[in-house]
């Protein structure tokens, strides 16, 4: 696992497993309880898109930049931590009995190259985020309830 690699004591891991969980569902709770506090009611399924109205607040634009600074800030943090899980599990997938991908720079340029290609154009060609995400959800629905109980049993 990449978390026990990097660690000098593989016994710290669940600890650390703990407590980076604990942490991500207090930032996710308290910012979304804020939210909720912030918009009311009128909190939209994308809570971004609510940071597009003047907000009946001093400083309101100040506020909004703020918001889409700091979600750009965690997108950049965010993605080469999930890239690097999508390019080890893609490389195993692919060539299963491959020499590691860290030894075969010509492997790890050409996967990297392709994924990022393919993000791209997802990124510029699926006209909504929800288009995404109701792909994802059938994809894991059908995944969870029929593909892993019948792989298990194979």
Do not use: K
């Not at 510029?124 to 288009?131: Q, R, T, V």
């Amino acid at each position: 696992h990449t978390i026990e690699n990097e660690l000098e004591d593989s016994s710290q891991m669940q600890s650390i497993v703990r407590s980076s969980l604990g942490l991500c569902s207090t930032v996710y709770i308290t910012t979304s309880f804020f939210g909720f506090l912030l918009f009311g009611e009128a909190t939209l399924d994308d809570v971004l898109a609510n940071f597009d109205a003047n907000l009946g607040i001093p400083y309101s634009s100040v506020l909004n930049d703020a918001v889409r600074v700091s979600y750009a800030v965690h997108l950049m943090l965010v993605f080469p931590i999930i890239f690097f899980a999508l390019r080890l599990n893609l490389d195993g997938l692919l060539f299963p009995s491959a020499r590691p991908l860290v030894l075969d720079n010509r492997r790890f340029a050409l996967i990297t190259v392709a994924l990022i290609g393919i993000i791209f154009l997802g990124a510029n060609f699926i006209p909504s985020i929800w288009d995404a995400f109701q792909f994802t959800g059938a994809t894991a629905a059908v995944c969870i309830g029929f593909i892993f109980p019948a792989s298990i049993v194979l």
